[in-house]
C-alpha cells in the first residue's frame, strides 16, 4: 500500500541536476513518497544502484521492488555509516528535498499543521525522545527565546517563551490548539498564519534538530561524492538555504576557504546552475513548491 503523497517539487529540474549515468550509483536522502527516486531509477541501467534514506516509519509503505534499490529507514545524518554497512564508499551523486513532507503536513496527528488540533509532537521519526511537547513544556526562558529566534526568526521571542513559561506554571501545555491560546495576543488577524507558521518551524527545527543534521549531512556529502559528482539540493526556508548555499559556494557553513599559493580560493565545489525555482504553473499544482529552491554543485 503506498502512502498518500503529494507531487514531488522540482521533479525533472533536481534529478537532471545529478546528470545521472546508467551505471551509476546515486543517493536520494530523503526518499518519502518516493517521487524523485523513482524518476532517477527510470534513468538507471540494469548496472545502476540508488540508495534511499527516510527515518519517517510512513515512508516505508512507499518503498520500491527492485534489486538495484535499497531503501535504509535512518536519519540521512548517518548517510556515510549506513552506506559503508552496504560496501559503497564514494557515490556519484545525491539528492535532497528538505523540509517536511506534504504527508506529515496532512496526518493531523502528527501535529506538523496549523490547520489541525494534536497533540504536542513534530517528531519526523517516532524513535525520538524529544518531541514538541517537552519543547514548549520543560526548555527554560533562555532555550525557548534561542528556539523561537534562531529557528523562526521572530523578533517577539523574548515575549513568547515568557508567555509560555507563565501559562504552563498553571497548566501544561499538552496540544498545538492549547499552544495557540496561550500565544493568541501575538497572533493579529491579518500576520496570525505567518506567525504561527513561524512558531510551528521554530519548534520543529528544534525537535528534529534539522540545522545540525543538514550540517552533517552536507559535510559528509562532501567525502563520499566521487570528483564530479553531483549534489542537487531543494530547501524551503532561508535557513537551510543559508547553510545549502554557503557550503556550495566555499565548502564552509561560515567564514572564508583558503587561499593556495597564488591567492586563489580553494573550493570543493563547483556551482552548475544559478538557483532554481518553480514555475508558476508548478505552484499552482502543488502549493507546497512555493517557497522551493533548489540548488546544484558538482564536487571538483
Do not use: C, W
Not at 195 to 220: G, H, P, S, W
Amino acid at each position: 500500500m503506498t502512502m498518500e503523497y503529494h507531487n514531488p517539487v522540482l521533479l525533472h529540474e533536481t534529478v537532471d541536476g545529478l546528470n545521472i549515468k546508467p551505471d551509476g550509483v546515486y543517493v536520494d536522502v530523503t526518499f518519502g513518497g518516493g517521487g524523485h527516486s523513482r524518476e532517477i531509477m527510470k534513468r538507471l541501467g540494469p548496472n545502476g544502484k540508488l540508495f534511499a534514506f527516510d527515518q519517517d516509519e510512513d515512508a516505508q509503505a512507499n518503498s520500491i521492488a527492485d534489486e538495484r534499490f535499497v531503501l535504509i529507514p535512518e536519519n540521512f545524518r548517518y548517510i556515510k555509516r549506513f552506506l559503508r554497512f552496504y560496501g559503497i564508499k564514494n557515490v556519484d551523486g545525491i539528492l535532497a528535498d528538505l523540509g517536511v513532507s506534504s504527508h506529515q503536513f496532512d496526518v493531523p496527528e502528527r501535529g506538523f499543521s496549523t490547520r489541525f488540533e494534536a497533540d504536542l509532537d513534530m517528531r519526523m521519526s517516532k524513535k525520538n525522545d524529544l518531541d514538541a511537547f517537552k519543547v514548549v513544556n520543560e526548555y527554560d526562558d533562555a532555550n525557548l527565546r534561542r528556539v523561537f529566534l534562531d529557528y523562526g526568526e521572530l523578533k517577539i521571542a523574548p515575549a513568547l517563551a515568557r508567555t509560555i513559561i507563565e501559562a504552563r506554571e498553571k497548566k501544561t501545555i499538552k496540544t498545538t490548539e492549547e499552544l495557540k491560546q496561550v500565544l493568541n495576543k501575538y497572533l493579529p488577524e491579518q500576520f496570525k498564519n505567518k506567525i504561527l507558521a513561524q512558531i510551528y518551524q521554530a519548534i520543529r527545527i528544534e525537535v528534529n534538530q534539522e540545522m545540525e543534521v543538514l550540517k552533517e549531512f552536507l559535510e559528509q556529502s562532501l567525502e563520499i561524492l566521487k570528483p564530479n559528482g553531483r549534489l542537487s539540493v531543494i530547501s524551503y526556508h532561508s535557513l537551510e538555504d543559508r547553510l545549502v548555499k554557503r557550503f556550495m559556494k566555499n565548502g564552509l557553513f561560515e567564514g572564508e576557504p583558503e587561499r593556495d599559493f597564488f591567492g586563489n580560493f580553494s573550493v570543493p565545489f563547483k556551482l552548475i546552475e544559478k538557483l532554481i525555482v518553480p514555475t508558476e504553473a508548478e505552484i499552482k499544482i502543488n502549493n507546497r513548491a512555493r517557497s522551493a529552491k533548489l540548488r546544484v554543485a558538482e564536487k571538483k
